[in-house]
Structures are given as C-alpha cells and as structure tokens.
C-alpha cells in the first residue's frame, strides 16, 4: 500500500498560472492556526478489535463539540491516523471513506471541519516510514500546509499535536510539534515518564480545544 492522503474538502488547484499562484497562497496556512488530531480515542472511541465500520465509528462525548469550536476559532485541523486495519484485511479502502464520511456529516450541522485526513494503512511488518511513531505522515502535512517554515529541519514547530499515545506525540515532535496527550482512548495508560518535554495533558478533545481558546 502506498501513503495514502484522504483530501476531505479542499478544492484542486486552478489551470491559470495567475490563479494556482493566488490558490497556494490561499493555501498556505498560518502555523499557530494548524492543529494535528490523532483519530481513535481523541475523536472517536477506540477499539482492541479495530473500529472497522461506520457502526463501529462512535464519536467521543463533545470531540465534534470540540472540532467546531476550533474550526470557528479559525483554526485548521487534520487527522494523521495509523490504519493498519487495511493492510489486516479488516476493512476496505472505501468503508475507511465511509466512516471519514460519517464524521464530516456528523461536523456538518455544529459547523466543524476537518480539512484532510492522511493516513497510514500499513503494518510495522512493512517497514513504511509513515506508520506512526514515524513522521512520514508529518512530513507529508508539512508539506502541504507550511511552504516557509522558519526551521526546515523543524517545520512543525509550535503546531500543536493531539493524541492518546505516546506514538502518535513522537511523530510530531520529531518535526518540531508541540505536544498534547488527552486521556480517553489510551491515554490513561501512557507513563508520563516517557512522554516528551512540555506535554501538555488534558482530560479530553474538549479540554485541549478549551485550553488552546483560552491562550491562543
């Protein structure tokens, strides 16, 4: 399987030389307005057997709740997500779609979005580099989002990073991220010994969201 992106909403680039140059600009989105969001147990509720259907797909009390406030903050966020699902042959391609579907149908009535999902669908067996702890999917979303970063080496820096495992914070902060850990999901069972520098924790989607308001 290759690195897969899901573009969610943004529309493709224009034809017009004059007009793909104002499109990238347009594009280029402000590092303190970026937020990376891990999806199983930060957005959604986590499962030990996959979450492998839209039925299975169970929003996490007041996580879209959490998505909108942050959207109509002006913020951007993404979803970078291991899915290794895919490459165990537990769900297809399309019912990963469907269920990315379910979210943006459940958003679409409090006004959150989500602008991009990507997403690895490989094993460790694979070796990819884009299986978080990895940062090839950060990568991937620097490059999309950052076309000056101020560090290349870092070009994350400063652009908050939330998940519920260790794995999911050592993605980000090997680009420069900063860290957020909320405890539903795994979170609770993450040492706080091992977690990065700084991490912040909250309680959930919603604490981060309230946090990141309250100091923008």
């Known amino acids: 399987f ?3 992106i899901l573009e969610i ?3 493709s680039p224009p034809t ?3 007009s793909r140059r104002h499109w990238q600009a347009c594009m280029t989105v402000r590092v303190d307005k970026l937020i990376i969001l891990d999806r199983d147990g930060v957005i959604n ?6 979450v492998k259907s839209c039925e299975e797909w169970i929003p996490i009390p007041n996580s879209l ?3 909108a406030l942050l959207s109509q903050a002006g913020y951007t966020l993404t979803i970078a997500t291991n899915q ?3 490459a165990r042959g537990y769900y297809s391609l399309s019912e990963l779609h469907a269920m ?3 979210m943006m149908d459940l958003l679409k009535p409090l006004s959150g979005r989500i602008d991009s999902i990507f997403f690895c669908p490989h094993t460790d067996a694979d070796q990819c580099d884009c299986r978080k702890p990895k940062p090839g999917l950060m990568h991937q979303i620097a490059s999309r989002y950052i076309k000056s970063p101020v560090d290349s080496a870092l070009p994350l820096t400063h652009v908050p990073i939330v998940g519920d495992s260790l794995r999911d914070l050592l993605a980000g902060t090997a680009l420069g991220a900063s860290p957020h850990l909320v405890l539903t999901g795994k979170g609770q069972g993450v040492k706080k010994a091992e977690l990065p520098p700084n991490t912040q924790i909250h309680a959930d989607l919603m604490g981060f969201a309230q946090s990141i308001l309250a100091h923008p």
Not at 45 to 50: G, H, I, S, T
């Open 65 to 67: 709740e959490a998505i």
């Open 9 to 11: 909403i943004t529309p």
């Open 45 to 50: 509720q986590d499962r030990d057997d996959y």
């Open 2 to 4: 290759p690195v897969t």
């Open 16 to 18: 017009n030389e004059f």
């Open 84 to 86: 290794s699902g895919i």
């Open 100 to 102: 990315h579907q379910k």
